[in-house]
């Protein structure tokens, strides 16, 4: 039953995501090009992250196998790792640059989690238990 929660609370975030960038794109401001790009295709790539996992997740609930394993647990942890250690580097050069406070907070929030999600598929598809 826990699972199936975090499922549909996963579910309802993606929703809430698509549903703002929606609203988002035909508000009465002109946008253009650059920021539409900004704006929508960096989201809908964490958002179609999120739908695999979450769909992953689907899958093992149905077949009853369990969502996390040790295996899956480790691979997060390096992922997150990983994901981390870009964050600070990130924030880092952001702060070399002098990037303006939205756009080191975007930075520090959209890098990490696209560095996240391709590491996580990577080792996992590299399936070397031992070299984790």
Known sequence: ??????????????VAVVGTLALYSVSDESIDLMELVGIVL????????????LWRRAKSIRSGLPTEDEYSKKISYKAGYYSY??????????????LEGHELGAAVIIIPAMVFMGSYLYLERRGDPSGL
């Open 42 to 53: 960096v989201p809908m790539l964490l958002v179609f992250g999120a739908f695999f996992f």
């Open 1 to 14: 039953m826990k699972e199936k929660t975090r499922l549909i609370i996963g579910a309802a975030v993606i």
């Open 85 to 98: 250690l870009v964050s600070l580097y990130v924030a880092l050069a952001g702060m070399f640059f002098e």
